[in-house]
């Protein structure tokens, strides 16, 4: 790919002519910099969606993309199958940090703050998106933890959370640090466990359709501490631990008097310290070689206050035939260079119905493709 550039580059400075440097040729430099797996290959899929971050996919090949602070919803499709999206289409704007999409009935879901709302039959009104219908609007409209992830469950429901509005506190009221899933209608709302400071991911495992959710720890702990979190829900009222434990093993130092920490429930892997592990999913897919079949792949954000950044990287959680994680290694890393140069964020994972994944970049705007073609199958 360098070599290709360097080509273009030398080619101009003969002509005596201006070089203009794409977006495309941009988003080489990033592609370059990237380390996968023997027989993987990253590209574009589709570029031009500032702060782009949760994915869903719709009917007839659509993933919807959610945004933090930009406040719109996009729709992107590849539909003439030369592996890279068309131009998107402005499906919202104006929200408050409308982070979570989710697709079901042939209506999109968008979880924006305080409120979940909806647009029906949306994949026939793409360039004339409807108005939204709210399902929801008692969430809390703090701010800080306040963007949301938002799944269908195996059970039809709608999954999310509510997060701290602070980075160690105690909050007063109930919905906060919490998990909570209520009925497609918003009716039935149900918080089904609390202690949890931060998850803006999850998924569940295919085996056994238990509910796994990451957990984003607390700041000013130290570089090495707390670790961030995989945590595993069994059952309504579990505790997690937050602001009273860290990781299963670590008491905070302002909250934990009167606590012990043997009285939550700990992660069931623990991550490096503030790699800020975000959108999760385990594949399903039928294109990678059988090795990574139920196998959970990981978007870690990295760091912002680490004296030395980490994280940065789709990292892949290996579980055993226990059904247990026993191993963390890169899928994809390079975002982050040796002197701490950062060139790319990942945020979500989507697997596409041909086995590819997508995965989204809030940094550049950017939804990577990951397509296998490797033998190994």
Same mark, same amino acid.
């Given at each position: ?46 570029? /031009? ?6 994915? =869903? ?34 499906? =919202?704007?104006? +929200? ?15 979880? =924006?703050? %305080? ?34 992830? +938002? ?18 506190? %105690? ?29 803006? /991911? ?11 959710? %990451? ?57 490096? =310290? ?10 399903? /897919? ?9 196998? +959970? ?66 940094? %550049? ?13």
């Amino acid at each position: 790919m360098q070599a290709h550039r360097s080509k273009k580059l030398l080619a101009a400075l003969c002509s005596g002519t201006a070089l203009a440097v794409s977006a495309a040729d941009d988003h080489q430099d990033v592609l370059a910099k990237l380390h996968v797996p023997a027989g993987f290959s990253v590209s574009v899929y589709a570029d /031009g969606l500032p702060n782009a971050r949760s994915l =869903a996919l719709g009917d007839q090949g659509v993933i919807y993309v959610g945004t933090g602070r930009e406040g719109k919803v996009y729709a992107v499709a590849d539909r003439n199958g030369d592996g890279k999206a068309e131009p998107h289409q402005l499906i =919202a704007s104006d +929200l408050t940090m409308p982070n979570g999409v989710a697709y079901k009935d042939g209506a999109l879901y968008v979880a =924006a703050i %305080n409120r979940i709302l909806r647009y029906d039959a949306i994949t026939a009104h793409l360039d004339h998106p409807p108005a939204p219908v709210v399902v929801y609007d008692q969430f809390p409209s703090d701010k800080h933890h306040g963007w949301k992830y +938002l799944r269908f469950g195996p059970d039809g429901k709608l999954y999310t959370a509510v997060g701290a509005p602070c980075n160690i506190c %105690n909050p007063d009221q109930d919905i906060y640090t919490s998990l909570v899933r209520l009925n497609a209608d918003g009716s039935g709302l149900e918080i089904l466990a609390r202690g949890i400071r931060n998850t803006v /991911g999850f998924d569940w495992q295919p085996q056994s359709h238990a509910l796994y959710f %990451n957990d984003n720890g607390r700041d000013y702990l130290g570089d090495d501490a707390p670790p961030d979190e995989l945590n595993r829900w069994s059952h309504a009222g579990e505790h997690f631990g937050y602001p009273y434990c860290h990781g299963g093993d670590i008491p905070d130092p302002e909250f934990a008097a009167g606590k012990h920490c043997a009285d939550f429930t700990p992660p069931v892997w623990k991550y490096a =310290a503030h790699i800020a592990p975000l959108g999760i999913r385990f594949y399903t /897919g039928g294109q990678f070689p059988a090795s990574y079949n139920n196998q +959970l792949f990981v978007a870690q954000h990295g760091s912002w206050n680490r004296t030395d950044p980490q994280g940065y990287r789709v990292a892949l959680v290996k579980f055993g035939t226990d059904g247990q994680p026993i191993a963390e290694e890169d899928f994809i890393s390079g975002w982050l260079d040796k002197d701490g140069t950062v060139s790319g964020r990942p945020v979500d994972i989507l697997t596409l119905p041909d086995g590819s994944l997508l995965i989204s970049d809030d940094k %550049n705007g950017l939804i990577y493709k990951v397509t296998y073609q490797g033998k190994g199958h």
